[in-house]
Every structure is written in C-alpha cells, then in structure tokens.
C-alpha cells in the first residue's frame, strides 16, 4: 500500500520557467511533510517542508503548498535553473500515530532545459 | 565528521553471503534511520531508532534483515544469507529527534548481489 505517491515519474521544464512537482498521500494522520532532492550517487538533500497547521510555505525559490482536503501537496520551483534537475522526493510523517517513521514517494525526475 | 557516514561505500557479494553495512549519524541526534533504494524505485522504509525507545522494525522485509544501534550512535544493519532482490542502495538518516525533523542522509552503500 502506497501511502505517499508521486504520479509524474519524470518532468521537463525550460530553463527560467516555473516547475511543479505533485505528491499525494492517502493517510489522514499526516501531520508533516518534506521535499527532498537527491543527485545520482549522493543520499538526498532536504529542501523544504510544511506542517499541516499551515497551507504554504516559501523557500526562496521553492514554495510548497499543501491541500489537506485533497491530501494533496505541490512544490514549485520559481525560476527553475539548470542544476535543479535531479530527482525529487515527498515524504510524511505523523506525530499522532505512534511512531515516526517518514514514508517517502517513488520520487519526480526533474530535468531543466537551457 | 559533519555529516552522516555510510560505510562501505560499494560491497559486492555472492548470493549466500552475510553482509554488515555501517551508519554513523551526526553527533547529538538521537534518531537513526535506514531506508533502501532498488533500481528505479522511491526510498523504501526498514527501521528507525529513537532514544532508548524500542525500533519500529515494520519495513523490514524478511527475518534475514537485521540492525542494531550501540551506545545511541552507530548503527549496523546486516542481511543474513543475501539474494539478489537485495541489490539496492542502502540508506541511512538521522534527525535531532524523532518528531517534526528534517532527516540528513548518508551518501548510501551500493549492494550488489551476484
């Protein structure tokens, strides 16, 4: 059962232009939520995360937007660059369930056109 | 070191064989994760540590798989009598906490299994 799913398994964007990497999740109890970004060969680097006390929450160049309704959340990526090309991951997590783990997405690969 | 440790970096082995792969988290977190990627597939949950709570053990695939954390600080997960569905990238983690944390990850461990 995948609790957390990324349906787009690749994106192509044009250098400068806005992306928007999608994930959803089918557990009520999550509570918390991450963007990780991860190169090839190298354990993946956190970007940003939101709470669901929240709706957004802005990074730079990375907003993510989070409908709890739709158990929905979206990262955008505004201008996107070059070196943003890499595999994007969501994950979530629950503070209420009794335990902790976070449950990670099957991951986005990005590639920004120049 | 500053970040989280993963050693070693390649291990090859013959189907049959045990293996150990090693995690040494950043000083002073108290959770420890692991997490595994097979080729073309998302981070596949296996265990996590927190404290001196016991392990939430639920993502372990089968009885061969193993870890243990020493002294709150290194973790070593071992595969008894590997196969080769377990070729993966092998993935740990570690948070200050448990709770509402962003996870720094290690660079993995390749494992192949011939």
């Known amino acids: 059962d995948q609790q957390v799913k990324q349906n787009s398994p690749s994106l192509s964007v044009q250098e400068g232009r806005i992306s928007i990497l999608n994930c959803d999740y089918t557990n009520s109890m999550f509570d918390y939520f991450l963007w990780y970004k991860k190169y090839p060969a190298e354990g993946p680097t956190f970007l940003i995360s939101i709470s669901s006390i929240k709706d957004k929450n802005e990074d730079g160049r990375f907003t993510v937007f989070l409908n709890k309704s739709a158990k929905h959340l979206s990262l955008h990526i505004v201008p996107s660059q070059p070196g943003d090309s890499a595999v994007y991951f969501c994950?979530?997590?629950?503070?209420?369930?009794?335990?902790?783990?976070?449950?990670f997405g099957t991951g986005t690969r990005l590639k920004v056109l120049a | 070191g500053a970040g989280v440790s993963q050693s070693p970096s390649n291990k090859v082995t013959e189907k049959g064989k045990d293996v150990e792969l090693r995690c040494d988290p950043i000083?002073?977190?108290?959770?420890l994760y692991w997490y595994r990627q097979s080729l073309g597939q998302g981070l596949e949950f296996l265990i996590y540590f927190q404290g001196n709570s016991a392990p939430d053990k639920s993502g372990l695939p089968s009885d061969r798989f193993s870890a243990e954390r020493t002294g709150g600080s290194v973790s070593t997960l071992t595969i008894q009598r590997t196969q080769q569905e377990d070729s993966a990238v092998y993935l740990c983690?570690?948070?200050?906490?448990?709770?509402?944390?962003?996870?720094?990850f290690g660079s993995g461990t390749q494992l192949s299994v011939l």
């Open positions: 983690a570690s948070s200050l906490t448990a709770v509402n944390e962003k996870l720094f």
């Open positions: 000083s002073g977190h108290t959770a």
């Open positions: 994950a979530a997590h629950s503070t209420t369930s009794g335990t902790y783990k976070y449950i």
